[in-house]
């Protein structure tokens, strides 16, 4: 018997799960999506990199053999990626892992490493490089290739709790956000790895892990002819709030800054509810 998307995150985000993103602000959530999500999502994926947008980067070095693509908020232009998060339980997993009245979308992110790919995506936190504030919130990261435990998404436990930590470029560890000695630098993770709780998980296709906004998390490259493509999906909650920034985010919201006063919720086309919890999973 198919199960309803609200049976099937019933089944996988228990009690225990919820306590547990709670605490350490990251985890694995297994065969959540089914086939044919996947297969929507794996055509709007290559869809993207065919065809893709001004904000699109290339994130790996001219050396490298490999190839490491990023690209941000599609969603309003890729059919495929609309239907995977209004279609699938993306919305409803955010809203019961962190509660509250609504979950609205905040942006989406593709990053495809391709075999070879030398690039380390290095131990950064996510919150820093955007213009919210707020506790309340979720990033997804969804594979839809397997994913080896040494190219996968790490995490250090508990980090979500704080502080914030300068956020720098990937490539030049130049800080371009925030100004220079306004926030500790991260520690040597990689140096120190046994200092460190460290959690990271194989991935198969229909798995994803959720983690908050400030979890300290890193992933290695790809190695032989192993392809990595993900889906990153962000999700933010009641106690979001705008705050504009004196420099550009990381993704840039063009105009927002001119239509949404800060510290005012996200109350804004860009950012729709897809969550209540009167109702459950919202279309819109």
Request: glycine letters at 6%; aromatic letters at 10%.
């Amino acid at each position: 018997m198919t199960q309803t998307i609200e049976q099937r995150v019933a089944a996988a985000v228990t009690d225990e799960l919820v306590q547990s993103f709670r605490k350490n602000g990251a985890v694995r959530i297994r065969n959540i999506f089914t086939a044919d999500e996947l297969a929507i999502l794996r055509d709007a994926i290559d869809h993207n990199i065919a065809q893709p947008s001004p904000r699109a980067k290339v994130a790996s070095r001219p050396d490298d053999p490999g190839w490491f693509f990023e690209d941000f908020c599609n969603w309003q232009d890729n059919a495929g990626y609309r239907r995977f998060i209004t279609g699938s339980p993306a919305a409803s997993v955010a809203g019961a892992l962190v509660g509250g009245e609504a979950m609205r979308f905040y942006h989406d992110h593709v990053l495809v490493k391709e075999p070879n790919t030398r690039q380390r995506t290095p131990w950064h936190q996510d919150q820093p490089y955007y213009n919210i504030v707020g506790e309340q919130n979720v990033s997804m990261w969804i594979p839809v290739d397997p994913v080896s435990r040494e190219s996968t998404l790490e995490f250090v436990a508990g980090s979500h709790l704080g502080p914030w930590l300068m956020p720098r470029t990937f490539m030049e560890n130049e800080a371009k956000w925030f100004p220079e000695g306004s926030l500790a630098d991260l520690p040597d993770i990689e140096a120190n790895r046994d200092a460190y709780p460290i959690l990271g998980w194989e991935l198969e296709p229909g798995d994803m892990v959720c983690f908050h906004m400030l979890t300290l998390h890193a992933s290695g490259g790809v190695s032989g002819n192993h392809r990595r493509r993900a889906f990153s999906l962000r999700f933010i909650g009641d106690d979001t709030r705008h705050k504009p920034r004196p420099w550009r985010t990381s993704p840039e919201f063009p105009g927002l800054r001119e239509s949404l006063p800060e510290d005012s919720p996200m109350t804004h086309p860009l950012f729709p509810v897809l969550w209540r919890a009167d109702s459950g999973q919202v279309e819109e």
